[in-house]
């Protein structure tokens, strides 16, 4: 399984952001996906996951609010809607999957399987 990660940039504060990130192969749809990021000399954090059969997802209670994740089985594809961006939101953000994870676990970086190159987004005026 690769994953490819997309929709970075640079946007003002208080901007919004979409990023995606397309699956290969065709088990996708059995995988829990999620967004994590890594700003500049921090640890790589969780932001939100939504489990396989999509419905409401799962946030850091710092984008709680302002980010939504979503996805569409039939492209094999998840996105991370991203508005009222602020300068703290600045990193590179990370798209995983993986099979066996549960509510405890979604915010672990090591319950997931596969990950994506990583995009950057950089929120400054």
């Known amino acids: 399984v690769q994953l490819q990660a997309s929709g970075g940039g640079l946007v003002q504060p208080g901007g919004s952001l979409r990023l995606s990130c397309e699956a290969s192969?065709?088990?996708?749809?059995?995988?829990?996906v999620a967004w994590f990021r890594q700003a500049p000399g921090k640890e790589r954090e969780f932001v939100s996951a939504?489990?396989?059969?999509?419905?409401?997802?799962h946030y850091a209670t710092s984008v709680k609010g302002r980010f939504t994740v979503s996805r569409d089985n039939t492209k094999n594809t998840w996105y991370l809607q991203m508005t009222s961006l602020n300068p703290e939101d600045t990193a590179v953000y990370y798209c995983?999957?993986?099979?066996?994870?549960?509510?405890?676990?979604?915010?672990?970086?090591?319950?997931?399987?596969?990950w994506g190159q990583g995009t950057q987004v950089t929120v400054s005026s």
């Open positions: 939504i489990f396989r059969g999509g419905g409401s997802g």
């Open positions: 192969g065709d088990t996708f749809r059995r995988d829990t």
């Open positions: 995983a999957a993986g099979r066996r994870l549960i509510l405890s676990t979604i915010r672990q970086e090591d319950a997931y399987d596969y």
